[in-house]
């Protein structure tokens, strides 16, 4: 498309072109009076522009209301750094422009929406907002009323919806994340509990190996035993739940064959520590002394245990600290409203937040180019954008599927792809699913407005783009984000 940053061509203006039974031939005003048409006659003109003139420009202060009497026109939206044609007509008749003109005064400055340009040369009825305005609140005004209501109603509305919709959100990952805190939290407790007794047994044998008599010079040895031991155990190399069993099994086997009291109890430590026979044997070796075997055992068995709680502890505090931080950093907690980022981040921190509601049947595919660069951003906004990508692919795949996150880059912007293995979005259907309140979720699951404020704030919010790719099994939603700070207006 052209570039509309062009300056609007101020054509002039002849008044009194057009006499009411001109006027008559619209359909606008097929149905006016004879006074009402000559009215309009006296406050419009007419307006020639000539083949690639721009008429009227997005954004700009919205003072004319514009019918086409004969030419072509484009309307066009920009869309980041591209000008996206939404309209060509030739129709006689149509109007743009201040079409909301006759809207009581909100405080809000009215501007034009899209920007038009004359294909060809073209002729427009033009009148002032003002006087359209004051023309429709007077001789319409119960339809006016209506307009009105229907207006600021829906505008109302989605404010309201839009604001529960958020509160509801917040309220669902509070709960998950609450539910993600709580487990280990309590895995933390209950390591912690059990620590406790397992020091108080440590020192329970420790006093019975002293009460032994044991030689010291034994007692020194048994006690870098232990210290072998337990580098032997952090060591280890993870087994699989049948070699695990095996291992129980062997050393189970030749407890028993010690007399060792509770040696199958104690075999799952052992293996859990990655202590074989071998090991056990150089146990054995060191003791010395039948007699104090069992003693010896026990008192590594305690601090393998102890090893494997304060791991397990560890493990607990780690992850509570991790999610804290990924919570901090999708709600942007202490940081500027602007920034430059990495995207990465926000994805995991959300990735983070909706573990709960993703939960063990989704598979998480994560295909990261980290070599892209940084977007200037507003982070908490597109948080909220990815939340609701992969909220609605979730509930696409109803809790069963693939759900792959893939960033690479695209001339100059870097793409995030959200994409599901779901049923798909029907064809008739793709086109309607950036409108506010559409939904294809079953009442009271869903508000229609996710994916209409993911749109303003991708397209309106960040100078990018949104769009939907979608077949059975396959549907990816695209954000095309600018590597620069989009132009000012």
Sequence with gaps: ?????????????????????????????EKLTADQLAWISAHGCTM???????????????????????????????????????TRTEQRGVYMGA????????GLERRYMASMRALDDADFFVMSASDFGHMMREWFPMAIHL????????????????????????????????HELNNPAAAAGRATSALRQRVAGMRHKLAMLAAGKVDPERLVALVELQEDVIERAAKAKPLTVMETADREDELGDWMDERNVTGGWDLSPVFAQGGIDIECLTLIEERVGTQALLDQAIHW????????????????????????????????????????????????????????????????????YDRSLPQ???????????????????VQAMSGAGTLTIKTYREDDHVVVAV??????????????????FFTTKPVGEGTGLGLDISYRIIVNGHGGDIRLESQPGDTKFLVRLPLTEPSSA
Excluded at 4 to 10: G, K
Excluded at 99 to 106: C, P
Aim: charged share 25%.
């Design 1 to 29: 498309m052209a570039d509309t940053t062009d300056e609007v061509r101020l054509v002039p203006c002849d008044p009194g072109a057009l006499t009411p039974d001109d006027l008559r031939t619209l359909f606008l005003f």
């Design 48 to 86: 020639h522009m000539p083949a690639g003139g721009v008429v009227i420009r997005e954004g700009d202060p919205a003072d004319q209301f514009f019918i086409l009497l004969s030419g072509t026109i484009a309307l066009t939206r920009k869309i980041g750094q591209d000008e996206v044609e939404t």
């Design 147 to 178: 307009l009105e209501g229907l207006t600021l109603g829906m505008r109302s509305t989605q404010a309201a919806v839009s604001e529960r919709q958020r509160l509801t959100a917040l309220g669902a990952l509070s709960a998950g994340l609450m």
């Design 300 to 367: 590594i068995g305690y601090a393998l245990e102890t090893e494997q709680l304060m791991t397990d502890i560890e493990d607990a505090t780690s992850r509570v600290s991790s999610l804290v931080s990924a919570a901090k950093q999708y709600s942007q907690m202490d940081r500027a409203a602007h920034q430059w980022i990495d995207v990465h981040t926000g994805l995991d921190s959300t990735l983070v937040m909706l573990t709960h509601k993703i939960g063990n049947g989704v598979t998480v595919v994560k295909d």
């Design 375 to 393: 977007v200037p951003a507003h982070p908490a906004e597109l948080n909220q954008v990815w939340t609701n990508l992969i909220d609605n692919a």
């Design 99 to 106: 079409t909301q003109s006759y809207l009581r005064d909100d």
């Design 419 to 436: 994409g599901d293995t779901g049923p798909g979005v029907p064809e008739d259907l793709k086109k309607r699913v950036f409108e506010p």
